[in-house]
């Protein structure tokens, strides 16, 4: 039985493709089926909270300026325990360390380390 005329339930992004450009969309669409997904997710999400922290001027260093912060650290954690989750099932949890690491230094350039 086919879903009724609108739902789009089946969209492969679901909740968050209302939330992305069509470029991120595109970009997402290439993704892996697995944590990986969630991490390119993430990772998009805080492409885009770095972009809005680069554009503030430093006089408005406010309570939504550090708010934006501290979401940079939160995807940071869930970027690390989805990577440990992700090498925990797969096998290759001998990585771990080594993977979180290089996670963050690939997200190093683009945040705004105090």
């Not at 697995?34 to 770095?50: F, G, K, P, Q, S």
């Not at 440990?84 to 683009?110: D, P």
Request: glycine share 4%.
């Amino acid at each position: 039985m086919p879903g009724k005329k609108g739902n789009t339930n089946a969209l492969k992004h679901g909740f968050y493709s209302k939330r992305f450009t069509q470029e991120q969309n595109q970009a997402l669409d290439s993704t892996r089926l697995d944590a990986m997904d969630e991490i390119a997710c993430l990772r998009t999400h805080a492409n885009r909270v770095n972009a809005w922290l680069l554009e503030r001027d430093p006089s408005e260093f406010n309570e939504a300026y550090f708010a934006a912060v501290n979401t940079l650290i939160n995807i940071n954690i869930a970027i690390g325990t989805l990577l440990r989750t992700q090498a925990l099932v797969t096998g290759k949890s001998a990585n771990v360390e080594k993977s979180i690491e290089e996670a963050v230094l690939s997200m190093k350039e683009r945040w705004i380390l105090a």
